[in-house]
């Protein structure tokens, strides 16, 4: 019986700054139709850890390896295959929704499926009004509607419950929810507890993971 590799695997894992360890050993992985919520207090380094993740940072030891292949083997259709949204909205306050919306997709989905996906996260009638108009809440949920139009594989999520009241943080569970149905896979870092089922955790404090809620 052959066994397929993770769909992201990683081994050793360490980052310094100033010859400081902040991330330090880390081994995870990550299966298809998955969620692995990173845990740990704050400065321990999970925003760090999502950044390595996704190539922003680049580690001072170890390899992440996606389907079985080392990232340097792969690098494109790996960053090709992921969404990462990180804890502040990153939208540009003097463009509308839609044009974030557009501008942050390539400019390779319809106007139609931008208004739709906005319409999803409760901003209908905020499409054409400039995003330094909206409230903190609002300016994360354009940032959040990418979530309704992504084809990537991985997303990876740092505190995006952020500035969202109960009703915003359901409608991410709910894109979460979707997204690993139809296999795709999620790792977020977040200090609020997920009403979810089938979410797998790695403590960064004793580098350990657990199995499901």
């Known amino acids: 019986?052959?066994?397929?590799?993770?769909?992201?695997?990683?081994?050793?894992?360490?980052?310094?700054?100033?010859?400081?360890?902040?991330?330090?050993?880390?081994?995870?992985?990550?299966?298809?139709?998955?969620?692995?919520?990173?845990?740990?207090?704050?400065?321990?380094?999970?925003?760090?850890?999502?950044?390595?993740?996704?190539?922003?940072?680049?580690?001072?030891?170890?390899?992440?390896?996606?389907?079985?292949?080392?990232?340097?083997?792969?690098?494109?259709?790996?960053?090709?295959?992921?969404?990462?949204?990180?804890?502040?909205?990153?939208?540009?306050?003097?463009?509308?929704?839609?044009?974030?919306?557009?501008?942050?997709?390539?400019?390779a989905t319809t106007s139609e499926k931008l208004l739709a996906a906005l319409d999803s996260v409760q901003l209908t009638g905020y499409a054409d009004v400039p995003c330094y108009r909206l409230s903190a809440g609002q300016q994360r949920r354009v940032a959040l509607a990418r979530l309704l139009i992504s084809s990537a594989k991985i997303w990876f999520l740092d505190e995006p419950f952020t500035a969202l009241d109960n009703q915003g943080v359901k409608l991410i569970e709910e894109c979460m929810q979707g997204h690993v149905d139809v296999g795709g896979s999620v790792v977020l870092s977040t200090h609020q507890p997920i009403a979810m089922n089938a979410v797998r955790h790695y403590s960064l404090v004793d580098q350990s993971s657990r199995g499901v809620n």
């Open 1 to 107: 019986m052959v066994v397929e590799p993770s769909l992201l695997s990683v081994k050793g894992l360490c980052f310094e700054r100033d010859d400081i360890p902040v991330i330090d050993s880390v081994c995870l992985d990550l299966r298809d139709g998955e969620i692995l919520q990173i845990e740990g207090p704050n400065g321990s380094g999970k925003t760090t850890l999502l950044r390595l993740l996704t190539t922003a940072l680049a580690p001072t030891h170890g390899d992440i390896y996606y389907r079985g292949s080392r990232l340097s083997e792969c690098r494109f259709e790996y960053l090709s295959n992921l969404l990462f949204l990180g804890h502040q909205s990153a939208v540009k306050m003097t463009l509308t929704p839609e044009e974030n919306l557009s501008w942050m997709t390539g400019y």
